[in-house]
T-cell receptor, first 111, second 114 residues
Framework: DAKTTQPNSMESNEEEPVHLPCNHS???????IHWYRQLPSQGPEYVIH?????VNNRMASLAIAEDRKSSTLILHRATLRDAAVYYC????????????WGAGTKLIIKP | NAGVMQNPRHLVRRRGQEARLRCSPM?????VYWYRQLPEEGLKFMVY????????ESGMPKERFSAEFPKEGPSILRIQQVVRGDSAAYFC????????????FGSGTRLTVV
């Protein structure tokens, strides 16, 4: 599976938007882009996923570059409860059970 | 719907003992995945099961580790003769089918080998 690159950590102020970047320059045409987050001492939580078009749900938005070599997870109004490690993962449609995890981005929210 | 249930949440074993970790998938989900996480690292895939079948165990060590998902009851991850290096958080995830969509994860079992 293709690899992803994320910053180790980011800081943001409470109630401001947060843009979490992810580079995946070796993405193939059948790879879906998934985002999960993990709060301390908890299991990962699904956030959002997409293939080519931008996606929105109640938790976040996913902006995918036109060449699909990068994507950005957008939290529109961060709260203290959004402090977590955010993982960007590629999931091949024909290898549809394994998720290959990197180290993720630790998001710190300042009150 | 209680989601993916894992138990126990914490498990302490002495070196050489056996550890049994249980996972009940979400109602209606027939696909179960086990992952292991060491501190400050991402999750590592171990095994993928459907009811009564192991689909892919390529991430699971060949010795001492085994997994099952019987027709009735939870999925079990068994670690025999545990060693200190087995200390980690073990997460189970489930999905209704193998393609598309996200997984639902349990809260994990934190295994400590003393």
């Amino acid at each position: 599976d293709a690899k992803t690159t994320q910053p180790n950590s980011m800081e943001s102020n409470e109630e401001e938007p947060v843009h979490l970047p992810c580079n995946h320059s070796t993405i193939s045409g059948t790879d879906y882009i998934h985002w999960y987050r993990q709060l301390p001492s908890q299991g990962p939580e699904y956030v959002i996923h997409g293939l080519t078009s931008n996606v929105n749900n109640r938790m976040a938005s996913l902006a995918i570059a036109e060449d699909r070599k990068s994507s950005t997870l957008i939290l529109h109004r961060a709260t203290l409860r959004d402090a977590a490690v955010y993982y960007c993962i590629l999931r091949a449609v024909d290898s549809n059970y394994q998720l290959i995890w990197g180290a993720g981005t630790k998001l710190i929210i300042k009150p | 719907n209680a989601g993916v249930m894992q138990n126990p949440r914490h498990l302490v074993r002495r070196r050489g003992q056996e550890a049994r970790l249980r996972c009940s998938p979400m109602k209606g989900h027939s696909h179960v995945y086990w992952y292991r996480q060491l501190p400050e690292e991402g999750l590592k895939f171990m095994v993928y099961l459907q009811k009564e079948n192991i689909i892919d165990e390529s991430g699971m060590p060949k010795e001492r580790f085994s997994a099952e998902f019987p027709k009735e009851g939870p999925s079990i991850l068994r670690i025999q003769q545990v060693v200190r290096g087995d200390s980690a958080a073990y997460f189970c995830a489930s999905s209704p089918r193998s393609g598309g969509g996200g997984y639902t994860f349990g809260s994990g079992t934190r295994l400590t080998v003393v």
